[in-house]
């Protein structure tokens, strides 16, 4: 892979290896550079790019978490934040490795918590010294805020309403929701409105048409969000469908 990607965010963990060639990223306000081998780790809601280190370019296998999985396989305790996020291969436990080596086979159900549980116990173990300022969880509340965010992301809620469902103040809300899943409850919607139009993308919606049924103002809108999310404009993005950039798995709550 040779081509840049523009500074984005993901609403995910991003744990990612490099296969080939040298991969480098901007990150929290820093320039890394992550050799063969070695793993990268994004937490949820950091803005990041990614290019070549060479022009020989790289081959990298990523995997993309949903931090609710993360959420479930801690027993509810905050988020864990790894600070340096360039790993070598000895810090990592065999099975994110194992999977990501047989990528195209099909991952069921006790496959995915193993896969889970194994990255989760690595991000704490690797947070241990930089662990993120602890905030106490109502995870079952956050877990009714975010079902709602779901159900309909094209609804935009009123403060009022996410105090109503869970049961307490919007700072609060705020407050946890981030701590339980990465991300602000504003951001998790549109990146749900976007996974809507990506889908719509897929199926040859055209672009005003896709930006109207995700509940953006306008196409212009769409453009904005779209490109701050992904480093790309849906045109571009759709332009791309068929262009290997890169082999990913996302394990996520629906």
Same mark, same amino acid.
């Given at each position: ?142 877990? %009714? ?9 094209? *609804?935009? &809620? @009123?403060?009022?309403?996410?105090? $109503?469902? +869970? #049961? ?23 990146? %749900? ?9 897929? *199926?040859? &919606? @055209?672009?005003?048409?896709?930006? $109207?049924? +995700? #509940? ?39």
């Amino acid at each position: 892979m040779g081509e840049a990607f523009s500074p984005h965010r993901h609403d995910t963990y991003a744990v990612g290896v490099t296969l080939a060639g040298v991969q480098t990223f901007r990150y929290r306000g820093e320039r890394h550079h992550c050799l063969p081998g070695q793993w990268h780790i994004l937490h949820p809601d950091e803005l990041h790019d990614g290019a070549a280190g060479t022009e020989d370019g790289f081959g990298y296998r990523i995997i993309y978490l949903d931090p609710a999985l993360v959420q479930n396989a801690l027993g509810g305790r905050a988020l864990p934040f790894v600070a340096d996020p360039v790993i070598r291969p000895t810090g990592m436990p065999p099975l994110p490795t194992g999977y990501l080596a047989h990528i195209d086979e099909p991952l069921d159900d006790l496959a995915a918590a193993e896969m889970t549980t194994a990255v989760a116990d690595m991000l704490c173990a690797h947070a241990a010294a930089s662990p993120l300022p602890r905030v106490a969880v109502d995870v079952e509340a956050m877990k %009714r805020v975010r079902a709602l965010l779901m159900d309909d992301p094209t *609804t935009r &809620h @009123r403060a009022e309403r996410l105090e $109503t469902v +869970a #049961g307490m103040d919007r700072w609060s809300v705020a407050r946890q929701f981030r701590a339980a899943f990465g991300t602000s409850p504003t951001r998790f919607r549109t990146l %749900r409105q976007l996974d809507m139009a990506r889908g719509l993308l897929r *199926t040859g &919606h @055209r672009p005003a048409e896709v930006a $109207t049924a +995700a #509940g953006f103002a306008d196409q212009a809108h769409l453009t904005r969000m779209f490109k701050r999310a992904y480093g790309l404009t849906p045109a571009a993005w759709s332009a791309a469908l068929g262009i290997d950039v890169g082999i990913g798995l996302r394990l996520g709550i629906g």
